[in-house]
């Protein structure tokens, strides 16, 4: 099946369940058990040029019991349960790549040509090694932090602190903003020449998401919208490395553009035929950017 978004929801986190240590242990030993290798953030597909991913049983560890504390659950994928695991040690890496004549790619760069379980596993397994190793230590008082309820909370090993630490992301809008017939796109110096994309921005701490629209827009291109035109649409998860996009459609009230430039190296409005006669300006298909933007290219105004 062909995806249309990144964010597929196919995995059954049965997260009830991550603090039943037996539990735990039963569906790690489970011989339908796959684990998902992650190395130096990196993730093992086969060396093919449609990549898919490259999944572990317990036999492909010498010690699996040693292993069993520093896995993650994610869940049950088709009813198989897997976990995902941080290979940090070179030599393990090496011989995974020999075993299962694989490689390890740098997920972003291959997501596109995942199919859907792949690319809901690993960039959920990429994205909780990530978040294990920048929550190594206590932002309250600096001690170590342990991962607990099977990778899902750090806590601080303080005994007076025992600050409790959960994975999350940030939330981030993203917009396509329309004036009569025309569409808002802008691009970044560093993006695929002639690539063009909706705006988008981090939420500020005390902002609604409608309000970071509004400003986003008015800092980015200096075209005003009015609260009451925000419309949201949709949600995607883009772990690269935590945002939560939401995404938006918004009226302009004007059409000159007053660019900035430290945030954007151009934006145009662009028509629906001008669009379609060079698909090449818009972003990679599974993007919510590209979903907002086919969904006003099939819709008459
Ligand atoms: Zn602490």
Redesign the pocket.
């Known amino acids: 099946m062909k995806r249309e978004n990144i964010a597929t929801n196919g995995l059954d986190r049965s997260s009830l369940h991550r603090s039943d240590k037996s539990w735990i242990l039963d569906k790690f030993n489970d011989e339908q058990t796959r684990i998902i290798p992650v190395h130096n953030l990196t993730v093992l597909c086969d060396n093919t040029k449609q990549p898919k991913g490259v999944y572990l049983t317990l036999k492909d560890f010498v010690k699996p019991l040693d292993i069993v504390d520093s896995m993650i659950f994610l869940g049950f994928y088709d009813e198989m349960p897997y976990f995902a695991a941080d290979i940090n040690s070179d030599e393990l890496a090496s011989n995974l790549i020999k075993q299962k004549n694989a490689v390890f790619q740098d997920l972003q760069s291959v997501i596109s040509l995942l199919d859907d379980r792949d690319c809901e596993l690993l960039t959920i397994s990429r994205f909780m090694i990530f978040w294990h190793l920048r929550n190594q230590y ?1 932002g ?4 170590k ?1 342990k991962s607990s309820d099977s990778g899902h909370v750090r806590i ?1 090993q ?1 005994k007076a ?3 409790h630490y959960f994975p999350s992301m940030d939330p981030a809008v993203i917009v396509l903003v329309t004036y009569g017939d025309r569409c808002l796109l802008g691009r970044k110096k560093e993006w695929l020449e002639g690539m063009y994309s909706t705006l988008a921005g981090f939420v500020e701490p005390g902002e609604t998401i409608e309000d970071a629209v509004v400003r986003e827009v008015r800092e980015e291109a200096g075209i005003i919208i009015n609260l009451d035109d925000v419309k949201y649409q949709h949600s995607q998860p883009w772990l690269f490395p935590s945002s939560l996009m939401l995404g938006f459609t918004a009226k302009a009230k004007g059409k000159e553009i007053i660019l900035d430039k430290k945030e954007l190296d151009d934006a145009c409005w662009f028509t629906r035929d001008e669009i379609k006669l060079n698909p090449r300006i818009v972003p990679f298909k599974v993007s919510i950017a590209y979903k907002l933007i086919n969904e006003w290219l099939n819709k008459g105004d």
């Open positions: 206590c309250k008082c600096g001690n932090t601080c303080n602190c025992k600050e």
